[in-house]
């Protein structure tokens, strides 16, 4: 009798499995981007302030096209900023194309101030029209950028700089031989500052002169030898031999420039050279500034491991240096997040800090280098300063977490008093908040949504967050019409089975509590930010289409991702082979307990770059819950990986825990059907971290399979290799042969 229900049982699994991962599963998912995109109206308002009015302008996305509007904030007026018909005429009479007027896209739009001229960019030219005259005037052509642009992982030596003319106009600062040079304007005359300066420990161009004129101050530079990150193009588009390219690329435990402020007396030529005992083991050190009275500069210093950071005074006078402020902690300092502001007045400084374990606000007394109080305080998280109002000591910011009876992670702007009263919630709604200020703090334009509710735009006073003019309310009845089902936003405890951990499910738009669906996480755990979006979208382009071929999608933010407390991001230090994992399955669990047909015995897993490399831990770490694995240029090595991403999480110097955490050193724990992939030209994560795990995996004689990508850069698989997805997991999770790729053209 038992046998016999196992195999009625399994008879049901087969037939139902049967009914997903069809070839009209795979035309559905295929389908949805396209099914889906521009089925929201009167969303994405974007408004800009125009000058310090109190007018603004944005695109309302109606169904009859794109309207630029005009709102006057004082009068609760809304109108068109011009006539759409006019401009249009007047675009396709000056260029000889085509324009409707309900389709402009007028490129860095700017309103002058009386509201009766435009500046735009379209068609590759510049342009101005009079709106009242009907005017249009071609400003000419764009100019195109010239030379090579600079990478985003290569480091600004520092090199070039224009010349800086003195505060009072009589002096020209410049670098020449290494060393810094003063040229009097009227006379002509040059004067070498420094001497000490060569190729191997040169002077910076980017030289700052004191207020008063007298001295100038520039960083003595100590360069090293960089790393390169070599690829070889095996399929260029414009000849057939392969062509071989190279990228600066520091890698963890790497050496780095050093810098020394120097400080120079125009007059007399005096150096004023600081001991460097405070910054001598340096990540990096900013620029320096200058105070106000010329009599010291001020930088900061973050320390090698960022345990350390240090905003540091340097007397002009005599090149004593001290400590104004110091960020320490035994993990590492959020130093990404720092906020400082000098007041006016000289004496007091803002500051913001994860101290209390929250990142919060503090007011520093600048002659003692002590915190004279607490600004902001509770267990939440400011994310952002808006504004400083020094003439009526208010500060302007966005939080998250404030609230304790929504999603801990939407954001809101508040305002609040240096003395920290009068903490005001100026967008009281429920959800995640973005807000466009007037200049003079008045008004602010709130666009706010969640995961699931449709985006609202209204027009607030900043005094109190009170409703001012209602302005748009997405409609999205059309999208709802094509079967679109909202994501759930879901939370569940972690591994500590106290702390709610947040996420979404995402749900096939044919979907059937009847049947029993496997389910497929996408994950992305940073660190360095949450993930799981909070605002709204009509499609998640990583994981709506594949939930269409029979499966439950979910995303979720476990413990190492930030924004909720720095003990709850501190998991990650040293521990990147955590992943946040344990309160994934947590989370998972819990949903699969509340919702029997989400299947726990049939999980898998994909990501991209760090979610990649999380996606393969998975299944080494974890092979008991997650069944199949597709990771997508992943840095399955962090010694292999970007300087500044590594050592902030696993700390330098290089030891153990990099190792420990390797996807390389541990692939021979596979067991589990697993899908490599790699961009041969990634910029990002270098290619070759990948292929050190395809030859870990060899060597281990395990079996897995491999998708080569050539000329593509960092990324989760193009149309190839989203396609090969598809496959993977419908074979590994829904147990069917996908539809040959023939039967889908």
Partial sequence: ????????????????????GTVEDYKRAFAQRAKYSGKVYYDNVQPSWIG?????????????????VLVNAEKQKRTELFNHDKLAKALKEATKRDYSANALHLDRLMVEEKLDVIHFQTNGHRWTYNIRKNQLTDDGALQQRQGRQRHWMERDDELEAAPVTSPDGKYIAYIKNHNIYVRERATGRERQLSIDGTLANYYSAYIQWSPDSRKVVSCKIRPTEKRYVYYVESS?????QPKLHKQEYAKPGDELPFKVPCIYEVETGRAIIPSTELFNHQYYISHPSWDKDSRSITFEYNERGHQNYRILEVSAEDGTVRPIIEES??????????YRHHLKDGKRIIWSSERDNWNHLYMYDRTTG???????????????IIRIDEENEQIYFSANGVQTDEDPYHIRYYRVGFDGNGLTDLTPERGTHKAWFSRDMQYLVDVYSTA?????????????GSAVMPLETADISRLEAEGWRAPE??????????????????????????KKYPILEYIYQGPGDHYVPKAFTAHHYYMSSIAELGFIVVFVDGMGTSFRSREFENVCYKN?????????????????????????????????SAGGQEAMTAVLFHPDFYKAAYSACGCHDNRMDKIWWNEQWLGYPVGDQYKEGSNVENAHLLTRPLMLVVGEMDDNVDPASTMQVVNALIKADKDFEFVFLPGQRHTMGEAFGEHKRYDFFVRHLLGVNPPSWSELK
């Fill in 1 to 20: 009798m038992k046998k016999l229900l196992s195999l009625m049982l399994l008879a049901c699994l087969c037939s139902t499995s049967m009914a997903q």
């Fill in 52 to 68: 310090a009015t109190h007018n603004f302008w944005y695109v309302r996305n109606t169904p009859d096209g794109r309207i630029y």
């Fill in 236 to 240: 260029p588009a414009d000849q057939l």
């Fill in 329 to 338: 902690s035994d993990k590492y300092v959020n130093y990404s997040r720092i």
């Fill in 370 to 384: 002590k915190p004279t109080h607490q600004i902001t305080k509770g267990e939440w998280y400011v994310r952002d």
């Fill in 452 to 464: 699931n509710d449709a985006p609202v735009a209204v027009l607030r006073s900043a005094e109190d």
């Fill in 489 to 514: 936003v879901f939370a569940a405890k972690g591994r500590d089975g106290k702390t709610d951990m947040w996420g979404l499910i995402i749900r096939p738009s044919n979907f059937d509590p009847n």
């Fill in 576 to 608: 990147l082979k955590d992943a946040g994992l344990p309160d994934h399955i947590s989370w998972i669990r819990a949903a699969a307990e509340k919702y029997p047909y989400m299947d726990i015995d049939r999980v898998g897993i994909y990501g991209c």
